[in-house]
């Protein structure tokens, strides 16, 4: 069975180089086979040819074989109309019986799934095809109007087609219902007036909704033009703008308006407003709602705000409505906080179910072919740029395979290595030398603040801000020394160099973060001050700022200075490339400063809300004006999954640690604060569940709950040991499934075997049957 | 708005809404794009089931298709007559695979079928070819093509015949997350509907909204 020259001859009688002249193209080939002959072109669905033809040549098949093999289940699968409706037949007669796979004894042997749906006998006549579309539309008739909405709108027929079914089942159901005796009674009409008026209404808000979709134009526009890789990055922007939005919420109606309205007593704002509190932070800005100081300890009542005689406020205290603020403060935290893990933790799991599949290592370069076109584009020089990336990706792969087939010599892989561990080395070493400046450099300006209490208190405010300052050029300044790096491992592929330059630009920004912890958490509250959490929350807000105007400072030099420079004195034509993995990790950096900061600011989320709404649209002007789409290779899904998992691991994590440890084990100061009189921010739970078990006798078990559950360690321990069972069982799962998966694609490399062997035998006997003396006597 | 419609009748309207996986709105919407390619072509009125095709050169005009390398079989695929000249249902129904809604089996579907230049139900190597040199505007060399026409059958091909078929075909393309998103077509033009209501009155909505 040579598969090339079967499939020479059969391919070019169905080939088709040109439209117009394919009829008269075939015709002359038809003439000439008869002439031969051989025999003419059968399409499937036509009937076999009657009575011997000659089969003279050894290398050609034989008519019979070639329609044997026009009309094989696998080639007409596709194509035919009737193998298209017997698949959807069974398909609707499954989703009836609401069988979800068949049974093991009645699994036909040897039959890929989509055949075996099928149902497929071979040489299906027309009226057959009849037969099984009046099948098809009893069965759909039979299903409820959503779920045979679904089914005509899967099928793979035309649309002309699925209205002539659409039009059948309706015609049933139309005589069905006028068989319906009697009229509908009129509360039943009022019901479903009412059924459909709401269905109308929902339907509009549904739609209005869509169109209220957060960007939904902006986003459009940009993966028009720039591509998906791209758009993931504004994409990720969007999910980090929703969850300051949820915290900011949270924040703003149980902390900050409460707070607001009933202002503590004796807190007079004693400073003017000068311009530089909007970068500093400090100075009237200080004993606002803004920072935690700000914050009274005690429940919040209507009398006593405004009246400052306490003996009254005893009294009345039973008229109004106590709000804790304390509590309402570390509940507002501690839940917003939850729900975002796991938001966060779904939106992992769900990316990560998205892009990796069981044993998808193999096949990079068929996906490459088939799904790297990306059809949103539709700009003529963006075309041209994807067809440009495409061709330059089809080569890196071929350089790449070539080079594993032909392994380096071991002089040369012993040089990479030595390459490879000098830059890892250099980035090492430069890590440590900007964390141990930060170091030096706050233990300096902490000094040099607390020192000169006498002198001018707007230069001593303005000195606070070299610490951001320098903290942010740092982190502006060595990614691009990362990049050209990059110069140094210039034969690894393109993948391992990005995946090492967001590694180490990731590890700079966390270290001097953790840092940073530990100076606030550690030496800030060694110094003698009023209001170590609101100098902390300060200091966070001043970050913030100065995160915002270095990237303003980077979009503006990074990318338009870079082009008008290319332009006019470079003279190339090649505009900046938006550097996806450095700015999605500086909207890390800034939520990670955010998220650290909402506890002693709860402002900061709003600040980041605006942040996020101008970095958006600044981020826009300069993409469209300035930038060109990445050259290099990018798996958007790959890297959506990896910019969510950074910022679930490090980002979040390490806040939620930094908090946790600050709720657990700091001291709050004594002066200021809603937990001013506590050991712990963590005790004033504590305190108002023992408060509420002194107040009322009933509520024992709910003290006797959180004593025995929540602050016992067997409990954790027991929940970890769950979760690790659940883990193994499901890697077990993943485990067989990959057993599988090798086991049946051995079984269809069999398959085809067997075709093959089969295809050969039939070959063998029709030549048997035709070189038998009687014929050939006959053709004489 | 809108029941006071005079394009279609209120059946054919509702066998679109079941058909593909347009609102209303929607299928109003791409039938005056439609109109638009060819306005003395296509009558207002489609109530009473003309039968107009538009031919290949219009269809190929418009934004979404004018650049695109596969334009010729994108509107070879959707056609009945299958030289491109389409019919608003044939219209319709590209639209309607391509949009967002339409699933990935669908869509993997006809992605195989476009890429299928022969018409042979199976993805040979010169379709393979032809594939490659349309994507990279010819500017691989003849040997690279070969290369990787050659591992792309050596990978995807399951039951060993030499090319792929359409279960190897959606084997391979479950494998790939970013399928679903690449095969869309952009609304820009859609969007701008919904922004200038000044457009929409052009078209002379009858009935208030």
Not at chain 1, 61 to 84: D, E, K
Not at chain 1, 240 to 258: Q, T
């Given at each position: 069975?040579?598969?090339?020259?079967?499939?020479?001859?059969?391919h070019?009688?169905?080939?088709?180089?040109?439209?117009?002249?394919?009829?008269?193209?075939?015709?002359?080939?038809?003439?000439?086979?008869?002439?031969?002959?051989?025999?003419?072109?059968?399409?499937?669905?036509?009937?076999p040819?009657?009575?011997?033809?000659?089969?003279?040549?050894?290398?050609?098949?034989?008519?019979?074989?070639?329609?044997?093999?026009?009309?094989?289940?696998?080639?007409?699968?596709?194509?035919?109309?009737?193998?298209?409706?017997?698949?959807?037949?069974?398909?609707?007669?499954?989703?009836?019986?609401?069988?979800?796979?068949?049974?093991?004894?009645?699994?036909?042997?040897?039959?890929?799934?989509?055949?075996?749906?099928?149902?497929?006998?071979?040489?299906?006549?027309?009226?057959?095809?009849?037969e099984?579309?009046?099948?098809?539309?009893?069965?759909?008739?039979?299903?409820?109007?959503?779920?045979?909405?679904?089914?005509?709108?899967?099928?793979?027929?035309?649309?002309?087609?699925?209205?002539?079914?659409?039009?059948?089942?309706?015609?049933?159901?139309?005589?069905?219902?006028?068989?319906?005796?009697?009229?509908i009674?009129?509360?039943?009409?009022?019901?479903?007036s009412?059924?459909?008026?709401?269905?109308?209404?929902?339907?509009?808000?549904?739609?209005?909704?869509?169109?209220?979709?957060?960007?939904?134009?902006?986003?459009?526009?940009?993966?028009?033009?720039?591509?998906?890789?791209?758009?993931?990055?504004?994409?990720?922007?969007?999910?980090?703008?929703?969850?300051?939005?949820?915290?900011?919420?949270?924040?703003?109606?149980?902390?900050?308006?409460?707070?607001?309205?009933?202002?503590?007593?004796?807190?007079?704002?004693?400073?003017?407003?000068?311009?530089?509190?909007?970068?500093?932070?400090?100075?009237?800005?200080?004993?606002?709602?803004?920072?935690?100081g700000?914050?009274s300890?005690?429940?919040?009542?209507?009398?006593?705000?405004?009246?400052?005689?306490?003996?009254?406020?005893a009294?009345?205290?039973?008229?109004?409505?106590?709000?804790?603020?304390?509590l309402?403060?570390?509940?507002?935290?501690?839940?917003?906080?939850f729900?975002?893990?796991?938001?966060?933790?779904?939106?992992?799991?769900?990316?990560?179910?998205?892009?990796?599949?069981?044993?998808?290592?193999?096949?990079?370069?068929?996906?490459?072919?088939?799904?790297?076109?990306?059809?949103?584009?539709?700009?003529?020089?963006?075309?041209?740029?994807?067809?440009?990336?495409?061709?330059?990706?089809?080569?890196?792969?071929?350089?790449?395979?070539?080079?594993?087939?032909?392994?380096?010599?071991?002089?040369?892989?012993?040089?990479?290595?030595?390459?490879?561990?000098?830059?890892?080395?250099?980035?090492?070493?430069?890590?440590?030398?900007?964390?141990?400046?930060?170091?030096?450099?706050?233990?300096?300006?902490?000094?040099?603040?607390?020192?000169?209490?006498?002198?001018n208190?707007?230069?001593?405010?303005?000195?606070?801000?070299?610490?951001?300052?320098?903290?942010?050029?740092?982190?502006?300044?060595?990614?691009?020394?990362?990049?050209?790096?990059?110069?140094?491992?210039?034969?690894?592929s393109?993948?391992?160099?990005?995946?090492?330059?967001?590694?180490?630009?990731?590890l700079?920004?966390?270290?001097?973060?953790?840092?940073?912890?530990?100076?606030?958490?550690?030496?800030?509250?060694?110094?003698?001050?009023?209001?170590?959490?609101?100098?902390?929350?300060?200091?966070?807000y001043?970050?913030?700022?100065m995160?915002?105007?270095?990237?303003?400072?980077?979009?503006?030099?990074?990318e338009?200075?870079?082009?008008?420079?290319?332009?006019?004195?470079?003279?190339?034509?090649r505009?900046?490339?938006?550097?996806?993995?450095?700015?999605?990790?500086?909207?890390?950096?800034?939520?990670?400063?955010?998220?650290?900061g909402?506890?002693?600011?709860?402002?900061?989320?709003?600040?980041?809300?605006?942040?996020?709404?101008?970095?958006?649209?600044?981020?826009?002007?300069?993409?469209?004006?300035?930038?060109?789409?990445?050259?290099?290779?990018?798996?958007?899904?790959?890297?959506?999954?990896?910019?969510?998992?950074?910022?679930?691991?490090?980002?979040?994590?390490?806040?939620?640690?930094?908090?946790?440890?600050?709720?657990?084990w700091?001291?709050?100061?004594?002066?200021?604060?809603?937990?001013?009189?506590?050991?712990?921010i963590?005790?004033?739970?504590?305190?108002?569940?023992?408060?509420?078990?002194?107040?009322?006798?009933?509520?024992?078990?709910?003290?006797?709950?959180?004593?025995?559950?929540?602050?016992?360690?067997?409990?954790?321990?027991?929940?970890?040991?769950?979760?690790?069972?659940?883990?193994?069982?499901?890697?077990?799962v993943?485990?067989?499934?990959?057993?599988?998966?090798?086991?049946?694609?051995?079984?269809?490399?069999?398959?085809?075997?067997?075709?093959?062997?089969?295809?050969?035998?039939?070959?063998?006997?029709?030549?048997?049957?035709?070189?038998?003396?009687?014929?050939?006597?006959?053709?004489? | 708005?809108?029941?006071?419609q005079?394009?279609?009748?209120?059946?054919?309207?509702?066998?679109?809404?079941?058909c593909?996986?347009?609102?209303?709105?929607?299928?109003?919407?791409?039938?005056?794009?439609?109109?638009?390619?060819?306005?003395?072509?296509?009558?207002?009125?489609?109530?009473?089931?003309?039968?107009?095709?538009?031919?290949?050169?219009?269809?190929?005009?418009m934004?979404?298709?004018?650049?695109?390398?596969?334009?010729?079989?994108?509107?070879?695929?959707?056609?009945?007559d299958?030289?491109?000249?389409?019919?608003?249902?044939?219209?319709?129904?590209?639209?309607?695979?391509?949009?967002?809604?339409?699933?990935?089996?669908?869509?993997?579907?006809?992605?195989?079928?476009?890429?299928?230049?022969?018409?042979?139900?199976?993805?040979?190597?010169?379709?393979?070819?032809?594939?490659?040199?349309?994507?990279?505007?010819?500017?691989?060399?003849?040997?690279?093509?070969?290369?990787?026409?050659?591992?792309?059958?050596?990978?995807?091909?399951?039951?060993n015949?030499?090319?792929?078929?359409?279960e190897?075909?959606?084997?391979?393309?479950?494998?790939?997350?970013?399928?679903?998103?690449?095969?869309?077509?952009?609304?820009?033009?859609?969007?701008?509907?919904?922004?200038?209501?000044?457009?929409?009155?052009?078209?002379?909505?009858?009935?208030?909204?």
């Amino acid at each position: 069975y040579d598969e090339s020259s079967a499939r020479n001859s059969f391919h070019h009688l169905l080939q088709e180089p040109d439209r117009s002249t394919r009829e008269s193209y075939e015709s002359i080939e038809m003439q000439d086979e008869l002439d031969r002959g051989r025999v003419e072109v059968r399409g499937p669905d036509s009937p076999p040819p009657e009575g011997p033809y000659l089969c003279e040549y050894d290398d050609v098949f034989c008519p019979h074989t070639l329609n044997v093999l026009s009309a094989m289940p696998s080639r007409t699968i596709g194509r035919s109309r009737g193998a298209i409706i017997s698949q959807y037949y069974n398909r609707t007669l499954k989703l009836r019986r609401k069988k979800s796979r068949p049974t093991l004894q009645n699994m036909p042997r040897s039959s890929r799934p989509s055949i075996r749906e099928c149902d497929w006998e071979p040489g299906v006549m027309k009226d057959e095809e009849e037969e099984r579309r009046r099948l098809l539309t009893k069965e759909l008739q039979v299903l409820s109007s959503n779920q045979r909405v679904r089914m005509l709108q899967m099928m793979p027929l035309s649309l002309r087609e699925k209205r002539d079914l659409h039009v059948c089942c309706n015609e049933r159901e139309c005589r069905n219902r006028l068989h319906e005796k009697g009229e509908i009674h009129c509360c039943s009409q009022i019901k479903y007036s009412l059924i459909k008026g709401f269905r109308h209404s929902w339907f509009e808000f549904l739609s209005f909704l869509h169109m209220l979709q957060l960007w939904h134009y902006p986003l459009k526009q940009i993966g028009g033009r720039f591509g998906t890789s791209v758009l993931s990055y504004f994409i990720f922007l969007k999910t980090l703008l929703l969850f300051s939005v949820f915290l900011f919420i949270g924040n703003l109606f149980f902390i900050v308006v409460p707070q607001a309205v009933y202002p503590p007593v004796d807190h007079h704002n004693n400073q003017t407003f000068t311009g530089l509190e909007l970068f500093t932070g400090a100075g009237y800005f200080t004993d606002t709602v803004l920072y935690y100081g700000y914050y009274s300890n005690s429940t919040l009542t209507e009398q006593c705000s405004v009246n400052a005689n306490s003996t009254q406020c005893a009294k009345d205290l039973s008229h109004t409505l106590p709000y804790n603020l304390p509590l309402a403060y570390i509940f507002t935290i501690g839940v917003a906080f939850f729900i975002t893990c796991i938001a966060l933790v779904y939106s992992m799991s769900k990316s990560f179910g998205d892009s990796y599949r069981v044993n998808s290592a193999s096949g990079d370069l068929a996906v490459k072919v088939f799904c790297s076109w990306d059809f949103k584009v539709i700009q003529k020089r963006s075309i041209k740029v994807q067809s440009d990336n495409i061709c330059t990706q089809l080569k890196e792969l071929l350089a790449d395979l070539q080079r594993k087939s032909s392994p380096m010599s071991l002089r040369k892989r012993f040089g990479k290595i030595v390459i490879e561990f000098f830059a890892w080395m250099l980035a090492l070493g430069s890590v440590l030398g900007c964390t141990f400046a930060v170091y030096r450099c706050s233990i300096l300006l902490l000094e040099n603040y607390n020192d000169k209490l006498s002198q001018n208190t707007m230069l001593k405010e303005a000195s606070l801000l070299a610490l951001p300052l320098m903290v942010s050029s740092i982190n502006l300044l060595m990614p691009y020394v990362y990049n050209a790096m990059r110069i140094l491992e210039r034969d690894e592929s393109p993948e391992i160099q990005l995946y090492a330059a967001i590694c180490r630009n990731l590890l700079l920004k966390m270290t001097v973060l953790g840092m940073l912890c530990y100076h606030w958490l550690v030496q800030v509250t060694r110094q003698p001050q009023k209001c170590w959490e609101t100098f902390v929350g300060q200091e966070l807000y001043r970050f913030v700022i100065m995160d915002f105007i270095f990237i303003i400072l980077d979009t503006i030099f990074g990318e338009l200075v870079w082009r008008i420079i290319s332009e006019t004195w470079l003279k190339s034509k090649r505009k900046p490339e938006f550097d996806i993995a450095r700015n999605v990790l500086e909207l890390i950096y800034g939520q990670t400063l955010a998220w650290l900061g909402v506890l002693f600011c709860p402002l900061l989320a709003g600040i980041q809300i605006i942040k996020l709404i101008l970095i958006f649209y600044i981020k826009k002007t300069s993409l469209v004006m300035n930038c060109q789409s990445p050259r290099k290779p990018w798996r958007a899904s790959h890297m959506t999954t990896l910019f969510i998992t950074l910022l679930c691991f490090p980002s979040f994590l390490g806040a939620a640690v930094s908090i946790s440890y600050t709720i657990w084990w700091m001291k709050p100061s004594e002066e200021c604060g809603p937990f001013r009189t506590l050991t712990t921010i963590y005790e004033s739970g504590k305190v108002w569940v023992r408060r509420l078990e002194k107040s009322n006798p009933r509520f024992y078990w709910f003290s006797w709950i959180h004593r025995h559950l929540v602050e016992n360690p067997l409990v954790i321990f027991t929940a970890a040991g769950i979760l690790l069972i659940v883990i193994y069982f499901h890697a077990e799962v993943v485990d067989g499934q990959r057993k599988i998966i090798r086991l049946l694609r051995e079984q269809i490399a069999n398959e085809g075997e067997d075709k093959k062997f089969l295809i050969n035998k039939l070959q063998d006997s029709y030549k048997k049957i035709n070189s038998s003396p009687g014929k050939r006597a006959s053709r004489e | 708005m809108g029941n006071k419609q005079t394009i279609f009748t209120a059946e054919q309207l509702d066998a679109y809404q079941d058909c593909t996986f347009f609102t209303r709105k929607e299928i109003l919407r791409l039938f005056h794009r439609y109109r638009d390619l060819a306005p003395q072509l296509v009558p207002p009125d489609y109530t009473s089931k003309p039968d107009v095709k538009i031919p290949y050169e219009l269809i190929g005009s418009m934004p979404e298709l004018k650049d695109n390398p596969f334009r010729q079989r994108i509107a070879e695929v959707f056609s009945e007559d299958g030289e491109g000249n389409m019919t608003l249902d044939d219209f319709l129904d590209m639209f309607s695979v391509m949009s967002e809604m339409a699933p990935k089996d669908l869509k993997a579907c006809y992605a195989f079928k476009i890429y299928d230049f022969n018409n042979d139900d199976f993805i040979c190597k010169s379709d393979l070819e032809k594939t490659l040199n349309k994507l990279t505007r010819n500017e691989l060399t003849p040997e690279e093509v070969r290369l990787v026409c050659e591992k792309v059958i050596d990978e995807a091909d399951l039951d060993n015949d030499g090319r792929l078929s359409l279960e190897d075909f959606q084997h391979m393309i479950i494998r790939a997350p970013d399928f679903l998103r690449r095969t869309q077509a952009s609304k820009t033009r859609r969007e701008q509907l919904i922004r200038e209501p000044e457009l929409l009155n052009k078209y002379k909505f009858s009935g208030s909204k």
